[in-house]
């Protein structure tokens, strides 16, 4: 069937194989959808912004896509004609199939041959990469076009900038044709199937399951998981995924009612015990040992952190973790407040340099450095003290060891790791502020470089949200340094 109306789109089928009851949703009842997360929402500009740099692999290429995404159907026909006319390269190209619409990213004209090319912003292949490029090609080829080879371009993780990009060495280009060749007749049977899911009266009955987060968060969770308590199961950070379904289909859905019995870990049974008896576990002689004297020279650190997929500096790659702002708070031996200072990098100097310099200032005003979950700080220091050994030198306590370590463990906070839940159960002031997440900041960060008059509103957020961590992260030092001062 060759008609360009189409029941169910790429990102359908996706959301389809994933869970039919997400998929009957999305279609019937769209107005149930959690709102969309600043995580997703980095992940989506990011892959948008690569898709157009790919392009470059092919240049001077056509772009068939529509003005709107209701205008589907031109773009189908405008595809057509670009075919008929043997064009070399088509961007956006699209078709219809069976009831399904798909757009390939880029379709080549070589040697007489048509070629697809499907374009990923990840660093590897995935499973449901290969489902993708799979409905794709069943889509393009069922509508009439032969395909002589299907690849999947992705990033190359071992590319390093020097001077120049090259786009041929930065994405890798992986001939899937044989791969996808095996799912054509699943993905004809997922096909009728979801067909016949999005003609139903009724949602499917379809329980929570681990399909739920994968491969993507499900985005109607907020409808499915009504019924799952705030503080339950699956909110204990020291089961698995396995185990807390477990429990869940066990009709267990708050930890208080695990039987002891259902753990064999040790260290899970002692938790169990810590939540069923409302105590707090802490292994003093670790934690004295971790954190040391208290009356040293101190500065707190809250680093943000992104990972842009481009690297825009020589000797940088795809994807590597990198600042672009720092916060530091210096607490002198007797000091009371913290002296807090605020580094914005600039955008167009490397940002390792920088970092290295504000690390070096900072190191040469304290004898310790103070951050949460923060691994980098520590590697970047290292490195910098074998290059540098003028460096004054520092020690490092990362807090969120007390918690991976197990030194300690409050059942309020059940395992979870987010230090300004931690600190706000010490300090009620702190729960009232609304801070940054990671992906708030960054989704701002790139607003401002983009944009300057959004700089200073920022600033203003970034500084206070900085604040807020390195008050946490100070409140729970010393929390834990209270702890060994009492018996
Ligand atoms: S939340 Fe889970 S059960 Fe509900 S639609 Fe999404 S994947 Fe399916």
Redesign the pocket.
């Known amino acids: 069937m060759t008609t360009s109306k189409h029941a169910l789109s790429k990102s359908a089928f996706i959301r389809g194989w ?8 999305y279609k019937k009842r769209y107005y149930l959808r959690d709102k969309l997360t600043p995580e997703r929402l980095v992940k989506f500009k990011r892959g948008t912004n690569i898709g157009l740099i790919a392009r470059d692999l092919f240049p001077e290429g056509v772009d068939a896509s529509p003005s709107t995404p209701f205008q589907y159907a031109k773009s189908v026909a405008y595809t057509q004609s670009l075919i008929s006319q043997n064009t070399n390269t088509i961007y956006e190209a699209a078709f219809v199939y069976n009831g399904v619409l798909a757009a390939l990213d880029i379709l080549a004209y070589q040697d007489g041959k048509w070629y697809g090319y499907e374009v990923k912003s990840s660093l590897a292949i995935s499973e449901t990469y290969l489902m993708d490029a799979a409905l794709q090609y069943y889509v393009i080829t069922g509508s009439g076009l032969k395909l002589d080879g299907f690849f999947i371009i992705y990033m190359n993780e071992d590319y390093v900038l020097n001077s120049e990009p090259k786009l041929n060495e930065l994405f890798i280009q992986q001939n899937v044709t044989k791969d996808i060749l095996k799912l054509q007749s699943f993905v004809q049977q997922e096909i009728e199937e979801q067909l016949v899911v999005i003609k139903l009266d009724k949602s499917p009955a ?4 681990t ?3 994968y491969p993507y968060p ?4 907020g ?3 009504k019924r799952v308590p705030q503080n339950s199961v699956f909110k204990l950070q020291w089961l698995d995924e396995l185990q807390k379904f477990d429990l869940y289909y066990k009709g267990i859905l708050i930890p208080d009612n695990i039987p002891y019995d259902f753990l064999t870990d040790p260290v899970q049974i002692r938790k169990l015990k810590a939540h069923k008896e409302n105590i707090v576990l802490t292994n003093k002689a670790a934690l004295k040992d971790f954190l040391g004297k208290r009356n040293q020279q101190l500065c707190f650190l809250r680093v943000w952190y992104h990972k842009p997929a481009l690297p825009l500096f020589d000797g940088l790659k795809p994807y590597e973790q990198l600042p672009f702002f720092i916060s530091s708070g210096i607490l002198g031996e007797k000091d009371i407040k913290m002296e807090i200072n605020h580094y914005l990098l600039e955008p167009d100097i490397n940002p390792l340099i920088q970092f290295r310099q504000i690390l070096s200032d900072v190191a040469a005003k304290c004898n310790c450095i103070v951050t949460f979950n923060d691994k980098e700080v520590r590697l970047i220091y290292d490195e910098l003290a074998s290059s540098s050994p003028e460096i004054n030198p520092v020690s490092f306590i990362d807090l969120e060891n007390i918690l991976s370590l197990n030194y300690y463990y409050d059942p309020i906070f059940f395992g979870q790791s987010d230090i300004l839940d931690i600190a706000a159960h010490f300090n009620n002031e702190l729960a009232k502020e609304k801070v940054l997440s990671d992906a708030e900041a960054i989704l701002e960060y790139n607003e401002a470089v983009a944009n300057l008059p959004e700089a200073a509103s920022f600033m203003n957020k970034i500084k206070k949200s900085s604040d807020q961590y390195l008050i946490s992260i100070r409140s729970f030092y010393n929390f834990l340094h209270d702890i060994l001062e009492t018996d």
């Open positions: 994933q869970c039919h009851k997400a998929l009957y949703l379809i329980d929570i399951g399909y739920c987060d499900c985005d109607f969770k409808h499915c998981w």
